[in-house]
C-alpha cells in the first residue's frame, strides 16, 4: 500500500458532515420516485442491479454506526489517505452484504430514511476526534467522514450511470472531497513533481518521478473535469477512451496515467 509522505490535505469537518447529509438526501429524494422495474435494471457494477446499488450506499453510512458501536481504538494507526489503497480487500464481504441487504428492504425510501435519522444523530452525539476501527485502521470520524463522502459521490454517479436522465445532483462540497482525496492519492502512488494534473476547479497535484519544474507552465500536463476524473480513478473508464473521447487533455511524455490508474475499485 502506498504510504502518504507529504503533508496531508485538511478537510472542514462542518462542510464534511453537512456535504454528506446532503449527498445522500440527492439519492434518496432519488430513490423514492424509482419504479419497481427501475430498481431491477442493471448497473455498471458487475452484477449488482440498482436496488442492490442503492442498498450498499446505505451500508457505506452505516458503517459509520457500526464502527461507534465498537470499543474506540487505543490510538490512530492509518491515515485518510491510506483509505483509497484499501478499499477492494473486501469487496466479496461487501458484494454479499449489499445483495443480503437489497432482499431485507424491500422499502428502500423506509430504509433509507431510518439510515438517515440515525446518521444525523450520531454526528450530533460524537465528536470528530472519536477514533473508528475501520476497513484500513483506525482513523477519527472527521477523516472517515471525508470517505464516505467519496463513496456517496462515486456511487450518485453509478446511479446516473444506470438511470440516464436520471441526472441525481452533486452537491459541490462532497464533489470537491472526492475529487481532492483521490487526486492526493496518486500524488501518493506515483510521488514527483515532472507532471502536474489539474481538476478545475478543485484540484491540482504534481505527481510521477523526472524533472521538477519550478517556474512557468510545466512540461507535463493532465487536464480533466471532476466526474471524469472520479470515473478515471475507480476504473469506470480508462484512460484511452477518457483521452479518445477529449475528456482528459494530456501533453508530455510523462503525462500518460493509464498504468497508474485506477486507485481504487
Known sequence: MPTAKKRPRTYDPARTRTAVLAQFGNVRTAVAALTPEQLELPTRLGAWTVRELVAHIG?????????????????????????????????????????????????????????????????DTHPGTRLLATNVGALPLDDYLVTRAVELVVHTDDLNAALPGLDIPYDRQALAACTRLLADALAVKAPGGSTEVRIPPYAVVQCVEGPRHTRGTPPNVVETDPLTWLRLATGRTSWQDAVGEAKVSASGERADLGGLLPLMS
Do not use: C
Open 59 to 123: 451500508m457505506a453510512l452505516t458503517a459509520i454506526e457500526r464502527a461507534l458501536a465498537l470499543p474506540q481504538p487505543p490510538k490512530q494507526d492509518a491515515v485518510l489517505l491510506d483509505w483509497p489503497f484499501a478499499t477492494s480487500a473486501n469487496s466479496a464481504a461487501i458484494d454479499d452484504f449489499s445483495r443480503r441487504l437489497g432482499k431485507e428492504h424491500p422499502d428502500l425510501d423506509t430504509y433509507l430514511a431510518g439510515i438517515e435519522q440515525h446518521l444525523t444523530e450520531q454526528l
